[in-house]
């Protein structure tokens, strides 16, 4: 992991839930965190509430999802930081849905900042990564991206997505001497799961989810995964065939 004194560390989707448990750990740990979202209001709030730890939060309103403002906001980071040493790819929202109710807009919301807002962060920040031989990406995926899973088509296809793309980076972040990591969530109470309206085993707690995602960072592993009481048991699901997969999971979910 690049220190805290090679630039700062930038958060996306710091607003609330992981992010913003996450920009806080970081600020706890020394960081100058540059947290982003959409919502001015809970990021002045969550800079005030790092104001008694070591580093500070930096509110940088950006939405992920729209290219240019992507662009200025890393802009600014270089400039005003001298770096991005760390950048948590978190931004995402989940929208349930089925076959029989698809909606394109809501599909459409979900592949625009899950996957291409992420996308965007990436190809915004490689220039300056290439310029300055830094660089420690962690891009939050989900458990959800392992398998199809019933009620998160969009959802899932863009968690999937994500996971393929940081494995495919990590080839050339391997050549380029940088570090790439995917972090898959199981359930974490947070406002995205307060929706849910479905059992969410072993559910985490946020502050340990982001303990548990900031020292996965430290380590050398590719994945993050927490709890792994619950996403073990997804990886050995993911690897059964179809014929049990299925009648598997539509028994454990009721659908
Ligand atoms: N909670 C879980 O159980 C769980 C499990 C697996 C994976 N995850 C993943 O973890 C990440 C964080 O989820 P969470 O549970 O913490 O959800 P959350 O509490 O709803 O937080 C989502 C964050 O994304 C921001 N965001 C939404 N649209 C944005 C946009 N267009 N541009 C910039 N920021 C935007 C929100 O802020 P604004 O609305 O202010 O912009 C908010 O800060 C997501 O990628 C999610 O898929 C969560």
Redesign the pocket.
Known sequence: MNAASDGCAWV?????????AVALRLARDGWTVAA????ED?LTELAAAAEATPGRIVPVL????DRQQVEKAVEGLVSDHGGVALAVL?????LPDRADELDLDAFGKQVN??LM?TVGCVGALMPHWLETGKGHLAV?????GYRGLPGSLA?GAT?AALINFCEGLRFDFDRLGRKVQVV??????????DKNNFPMPFLMD?DKAADRLVDGLAGSGFEITFPRRFTYGLKLLRSLPYRLYFPLVARATGK
């Open positions: 996306t989707g710091a607003s609330s839930g992981i992010g913003r982003s979202a959409r919502g809970a950006c939405d992920v999802a978190n931004a995402g929202l989940y900042l899950n807002g939050v995926s989900s458990v959800a959802y968690k898959n969530p199981g359930f974490v109470k947070t406002p995205l799961t946020v």
